[in-house]
């Protein structure tokens, strides 16, 4: 409604359904997704949450994904020889948000999280080239103004891989998966298009990855995390300054 007239505009809305995730038809999580990629979602996500190893995944065939869609949802399976690292308790769906929501001590989010002995050297400048070549790729939030990006860059500024979801957690997990199927290097920097918390640092972790970078702002648990784990961030990422962390 503008100055007494009705006009009627059409309103885009991010995709957000369930998204059941299986390996050796053992259901490890239900999440609340976007459905697109959901292939490399699986993948990440057994990285980054520690149900295996970074080694076990690299090269994987993503043909050896399959994905079924029922009127409950997207259900992607992998097939494989190796055990998961622990039984997983994927008894509800989780949310976007969820992160270790019950928890603010460092020792009991840390404990069994690997730590990084090894750096990468790289100009910081090319984060804020990096993030505005994010910027770029990120169809689905200029359509709905209600998807996260993040995407992993090479230390000469270059995007190796990118992804979009309505969470930011999905996100991360696809840029993971996407590098595990195209067979890339671990030690890379990830960027996101939001805030980093707690729960990013724990996957970039577990995925090998030495350097954070985020347009927002850091959390306290994060920033602990990443000190604790020879990590480091780099949040509020602008052209000419940044926070740098760890």
């Keep these: 409604m503008h100055d007494g007239d009705l006009t009627v505009a059409v309103d885009n809305l991010a995709i957000e359904t369930v998204v059941n995730l299986h390996y050796n038809e053992e259901k490890i999580a239900s999440l609340l997704a976007s459905p697109n990629d959901a292939k490399y979602l699986l993948l990440g996500h057994l990285i980054s949450e520690g149900y295996v190893k970074f080694e076990q995944l690299t090269g994987i065939n993503i ?21 998961l690292a622990f ?11 969820c992160g270790a929501c019950n928890n603010d001590g460092l020792q009991e989010l840390s404990d069994n999280l690997p730590i990084n002995d090894y750096s990468i050297e790289f100009d910081a400048s090319i984060l804020h080239i990096g993030m505005e070549s994010m910027k770029s790729l990120q169809k689905g939030f200029r359509l709905t103004g209600g998807m996260h990006s993040a995407c992993l860059l090479s230390i000469d500024g270059s995007i190796l891989s990118f992804a979009e979801d309505i969470g930011r957690h999905n996100a991360v997990d696809k840029v993971i998966g996407k590098s595990i199927a195209n067979g890339l290097p671990n ?47 780099y949040s509020f990422v602008k052209p000419s300054s940044h926070t740098i962390i760890g």
Excluded: H, M
């Design 63 to 83: 043909d050896s994904v399959v994905i079924e869609n029922t009127n409950k949802g997207n259900d992607v399976y992998l097939t494989g020889d190796f055990s």
């Design 87 to 97: 039984q997983s308790k994927a008894t509800k769906i989780t949310t976007t948000s």
């Design 187 to 233: 030690k890379q920097i990830l960027l996101l298009s939001g805030r980093c918390g707690w729960d990013i640092v724990a996957k970039a972790s577990r995925a090998g990855v030495p350097v954070i970078a985020s347009i927002g702002a850091c959390s306290s648990l994060a920033a602990d995390c990443a000190r604790s784990l020879g990590i480091k961030i």
